[in-house]
């Protein structure tokens, strides 16, 4: 029997309108995913300048006899769709059919396939078969397209620079390898390999060979599952982050998706243990019977719909919270010898490295983000039983860092970010479940606004008086505030007030109390915290610490900057050049 069978008309236009072959990737993605259909367990894909000259793809898959290979290239063929149901299917990889026709259109293409008996190979130019022959009986398919949009010189001018070309063929390579890690795939440009998994089914080694050993080593592993999902993956420690979002990975059912809800659950999860505008890396799976999501139908997006998605992101959430709280988060300085030289291609700052040359000079760089130790292992990192280690002052420097010891070595603590966690877990606690004691100021305090700042003020004026302030108008654009809540730091009271009272004016839009409480526990910790510069006894200096070490996430300012960072003995030792290494 035919494998690739003709679909009906129906679905055939439907697939038409969204289906065209716009650049290098949508050839790599429709071939590569031909590929996994066929049962492939090893895909290569070599590139010659990045795709533009040369796309060919070798895969060990089950391989099509003469007649499926020459029907592979005409309309509406397909082995895979053939109900408009299929279309809904989360465990339909994409569309076929369209896409090899529309490709040979534009190309040159050299097919050898063999399902192991005789093999077949047959030449295509600008979509007309030249010529077939009989080929080895190798199984398996390798196609090769040669000079994409030669025809069409007016396409080949879109086409981007080599480097957009590569990176986006990088990107769904990663993402593929990612949802098949029991595939082996390698990606190859001009020779160059960019990209080697093992496809030994275990993801972490998946994202080890697209990032690298040295992010590996700061990743942790989530886990967590309720009445309607299961999610598991691995998420990067708070400090190691990316400027873009295009690094939180999630997958449903094995197959990667693009929500944006779900990377807003990620990132929020990480809130105040990183700046909100840095991105973790995470690589997360979701498992879900199919009945609760729904594809976009559009053939090119990966988005997707969940019908219960505050369960899912409630899920997604907690899972990077608890982890987060029982990890030792303190960032090491560690001292690294040479360059990596082994790291694939991830961001367009590694892209760099593989279209330029590696640079050739090699020094030791003190580095907090990446560490070479030669050893293999993916141990993760250690989960802790306390937050912080016992620490003993020793002084300050620029009166600012709080140097601190013990056996583990030589730590350096920020007294203005710490002091501002301090304050900003006890505010939030405050400022959470509001008691109603309210106290009055000794003297009423008068505040002058702008007319504008005295109309916003006014509006929202109950919720000030919720929290314990009595507030009334005084005069022209002026207020008086007679009292206070009675959690206001003592001599700070004025400056706490004002603190508030332009938190309320900048929040006018769409008010949210719970975002205004933060955002007020936020700006009065960091008001009332120790300036930089603001010399303190040892005794504060063992207070403040003590107050570190209570709070929940003691290792972050409510802004997600470290408080604290620690140079092991170890690698003091290195380098002072104490140890042979
Ligand atoms: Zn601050
Ligand atoms: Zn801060």
């Given amino acids: 029997m035919n494998k690739i069978k003709i679909m009906d008309e129906l679905l055939a236009n439907k697939i038409a309108a969204g289906e065209v072959v716009e650049r290098c990737a949508s050839v790599v993605k429709e071939l590569v995913e031909n590929s996994i259909d066929a049962g492939s367990t090893e895909i290569k894909i070599e590139l010659i300048e990045a795709g533009t000259k040369e796309i060919k793809i070798i895969d ?6 003469e007649k499926d290979a020459l029907m592979a290239f005409s309309r509406h063929a397909t082995s895979k769709l053939m109900t408009d149901d299929d279309l809904y299917n989360i465990n339909t990889l994409g569309f076929r059919g369209e896409a090899l026709a529309s490709i040979a259109s534009v190309s040159r293409i050299n097919l050898k396939t063999s399902t192991g008996n005789i093999g077949t190979i047959v030449s295509l130019e600008g979509g007309k078969i030249i010529e077939v022959t009989t080929g080895d009986a190798r199984k398996g398919t390798i196609i090769t397209v040669s000079d994409l949009f030669y025809n069409t010189p007016a396409r080949l001018k879109y086409m981007k620079s080599l480097y957009t070309e590569l990176s986006s063929i990088t990107s769904f390579v990663n993402k593929i390898a990612l949802s098949h890690p029991n595939i082996k795939f390698v990606l190859t440009n ?10 030994t089914g275990d993801l972490l080694k998946t994202i080890k060979a697209i990032y690298g050993i040295d992010l590996v080593k700061k990743m942790i592993k989530i886990e967590g599952s309720n009445a309607d999902y299961e999610v598991y993956g691995y998420i990067t ?3 190691v982050t990316r400027s873009n979002r295009n690094h939180m990975i999630t997958l449903v059912n094995g197959r990667v998706v693009k929500n944006a809800e779900l990377n807003k659950a990620i990132n929020d999860s990480y809130h105040t243990y990183k700046p909100d505008n840095q991105y973790p890396i995470a690589v997360i799976n979701i498992n879900v019977d199919p009945t609760l999501v729904d594809v976009n139908i559009h053939p090119t997006k990966q988005d997707i719909k969940f019908s219960k998605m505050n369960s899912l992101t409630e899920l997604i959430s907690t899972s990077i919270k608890d982890v987060l709280k029982t990890t030792i988060l303190i960032p090491k300085i560690e001292v690294r010898e040479t360059l990596p030289t082994n790291n694939y291609v991830q961001s367009s700052l590694d892209l ?12 030791p760089i003190i580095n907090n983000d990446l560490i070479v130790t030669g050893e293999e292992s993916l141990d993760l990192v250690d989960t802790k039983q306390e937050t912080l280690p016992e620490l003993y002052p020793i002084g300050t420097v620029h009166g600012t860092y709080l140097v601190c010891q013990n056996e583990l070595g030589m730590y350096l603590i ?5 002091k501002e966690r301090i304050n900003y877990e006890l505010y939030k606690a405050k400022l959470g479940s509001p008691k109603k004691e309210i106290t009055a100021l000794l003297f009423p305090l008068t ?9 916003i003020l006014k509006e929202n004026k109950d919720v000030l008086l919720n929290m314990g302030f009595d507030i009334s108008e005084f005069g022209l654009n002026s207020i008086i505030v007679k009292t206070h809540p009675i959690w206001l730091p003592k001599n700070y009271e004025e400056k706490a007030i004002r603190k508030i009272i332009e938190t309320v004016i900048q929040h006018e839009k769409n008010f ?25 006894t040892l005794m504060e200096m063992e207070n403040l610490i003590n107050d570190l070490r209570n709070c929940q996430n003691p290792y972050t300012c409510p802004h997600g900057r470290p408080t604290i960072i620690h ?9 002072f050049r104490r140890t042979g290494f």
């Fill in 190 to 199: 001009n020779g160059n390999v960019l990209l080697n998994t093992d496809g």
């Fill in 237 to 239: 420690l708070p400090e």
């Fill in 567 to 575: 140079y092991s003995k170890y690698e003091l030792e290195k380098l």
């Fill in 60 to 65: 060990n898959g089950s391989g099509m006899e």
């Fill in 447 to 455: 505040i002058e606004l702008t007319q504008d700042e005295f109309i």
């Fill in 352 to 363: 760099n490295r593989v279209l330029e040359p590696e640079p050739t000079y090699k020094a």
């Fill in 414 to 418: 920020d007294q203005h970010a710490a």
């Fill in 512 to 536: 949210d109390i719970e975002k205004f409480n933060e955002k007020v526990a936020i700006n009065i910790s960091c008001k009332l915290s120790i300036k930089a510069n603001d010399n303190i």
